[in-house]
């Protein structure tokens, strides 16, 4: 999870590196998920409390607009 205004640099330095894949946080409703987290010993999911999120929907497409990752 990092600061939501680094994600579209960043991609853009990860396909100026050579690289063609990223991975982007997925939990779009973690408090409401009655799975365990493996974080905290209690697990719980508090690890993301107060945390910026995009959502994956949002971000993935985003990251596509600034890089050449739907170019034919």
Same mark, same amino acid.
């Given at each position: 999870?990092?600061? =939501? /205004?680094?994600?579209?640099?960043?991609?853009?330095?990860?396909?100026?590196?050579?690289? $063609?894949?990223?991975?982007?946080?997925?939990?779009?409703?973690?408090?409401?998920? =009655? /799975?365990?987290?493996?974080?905290?010993?209690?697990?719980?999911?508090?690890?993301?409390? $107060?945390?910026?999120?995009?959502?994956?929907?949002?971000?993935?497409?985003?990251?596509?607009?600034?890089?050449?990752?739907?170019?034919?």
């Amino acid at each position: 999870m990092i600061e =939501p /205004s680094f994600y579209l640099p960043l991609a853009r330095a990860v396909e100026d590196a050579g690289y $063609d894949t990223m991975v982007v946080p997925d939990s779009i409703c973690y408090r409401r998920s =009655p /799975s365990r987290s493996t974080f905290n010993e209690d697990g719980s999911r508090e690890f993301l409390e $107060d945390k910026p999120f995009i959502e994956p929907f949002t971000l993935i497409p985003a990251m596509g607009a600034v890089t050449n990752a739907c170019a034919s």
